[in-house]
């Protein structure tokens, strides 16, 4: 039997998927080329953004009628699943299963009664139990992975509609992500991105007789029972477990985890700790994700974001002078109700002084149950764009700025695969997330690899750049 899945919106949805791809392949299943040649279809669904939400609407309703026509399962998965299940399944009722965010432990029955030929049905009631991690997010054949570390967000900004349809947060067990990179190491993995809605509040309760020997390697020394381990300490334990992996690979010559990256992080979790774990560790990329949202106190406030732009500001400096060579990339939103043109220009100038290296830009819009939903003094969509046209136009600047600054510069690169415009050409990023091409002269048999490379020159926000070591 065949496969396909459809995923929409954040990186955690891409691990989810694939931890339920894998569950599909070791009982015997094959990913199908299309969704329309595949006996069962997965949609997971993001409700982040009222657009991501339109287009699995669109694809499910697609989905839905071809079921008249052949015989197709078609499951529905994620946040959307979880915020409107019961409109789901009255608007679509020849779904086969609609399932919620904490309801991970059906996956099994489901897939046993369609191999079976059973009538799934709807679930009577949707199960209770708490946020399942997966075992691992692993893809078969990839050399870059993502591993969950948490779930669920206790912070509700007044925009984000994440702590309603993921729940309160929960952290995953520390000898469970070390064990996944155990997996992911073995499989000959080179880049690691850690994913929750806020890492920087992972924390574990250390056990009695934890047997666990990265412990011994933490400052001041392996912690007693009792003890909470937070994220600083996680970068650390982690690094020791990938220092591990790597010697026993270059032994016998073997690929591993070179780079790790983690997402998203709240300024006002982000420790000094944290920035000295970082330090230490260089197996962490000198990229550090820190969504600011906006550069004006009145509208933080709004957000509930639970900083200022004060506060933000002095940990940039504090993360600038504490990690070398660090750059810094970040999420703004404008168009919140009630942001004036004084409000955008304090954003546009918070821009400047930071000088971010990227940055995810988007409008307003809102979603019900949030309480910005029912704020007054929305903000024209033709207002919100134009305003997020100039933000994106600024970035660019600044992006391209900083860009060209490194033309000339060796940096490393991790070559990803061969360009599907032109075979002749290998793309590859840096460990800023910056995209590189090279030319006919690099062999295929760098894809996968690491390797350094001098940036030759720069093509709108596209180095190309030849091997140099």
Known sequence: MTFFFETYGCQMNQAESSSVERLLVERGWAEAPTA????????????????????????????????????????????????????????FPRLDRVVGMFERGTFEGIFRAIEEGADLGHAEEPASGGYLFAASSYREGTFQSYVPIMNGCDNFCSY??????RGR????????????????????????????QNVNSWRYVVRPGDAIPELDALPGGRPVAGSTLSFPDLVTLIARRVATARRIATAQRLATVGWIRFMSSHPKDLSDAL???LAREPVFCRLVHLPVQHGSNRILEGMNRRYTREDYLSLVS???????????????????????????????????????????????????????????????D???????????????????????????????????????????????????????????EVDRSAVGNFVEAELVSLRGRTFRARIVG
């Open 382 to 440: 033709e207002v919100k764009k134009e305003r997020l046209a100039r933000v994106i136009k600024l970035q660019h600047s600044i992006t391209a700025s900083r860009m060209r600054a490194r033309v000339g510069s060796v940096a490393t690169v991790l070559v990803e695969s061969v360009s599907r415009n032109d075979p002749d050409e290998l793309l590859g990023h840096t460990e800023l997330g910056e995209m590189v091409v090279f030319g006919r």
């Open 275 to 277: 920035i000295a774990a």
């Open 169 to 196: 947060e929960v952290s995953r067990p520390l000898a469970d992500i070390l064990d996944e990179f155990d997996v992911l190491a073995e499989n000959g993995v080179r880049e690691v991105t850690l994913l929750g």
């Open 318 to 380: 504090r993360v600038r002078s504490g990690i070398s060579g660090v750059a810094l990339s970040t999420d703004i939103l404008v168009g919140f109700p009630g942001e004036t043109e004084e409000d955008l220009e304090e954003t546009l100038s918070l821009m400047r002084e930071v000088g971010f290296h990227s940055a995810y830009m988007y409008h307003y819009n809102p979603r019900e149950g949030t309480k910005a939903a029912s704020l007054p003094n929305r903000i024209a």
């Open 160 to 165: 984000c509609i994440v702590p309603y349809v």
């Open 36 to 91: 329309d040649e595949s006996d069962l279809v997965v949609i997971n669904t993001c409700s982040v953004r009222a657009t991501a939400e339109t287009r699995a609407l669109s694809r499910i309703s697609h989905f839905h009628a071809q079921k008249k026509r052949r015989k197709l399962a078609v499951v529905v998965m994620g946040c959307m699943a979880e915020r409107i299940r019961d409109g789901l399944e009255a608007r």
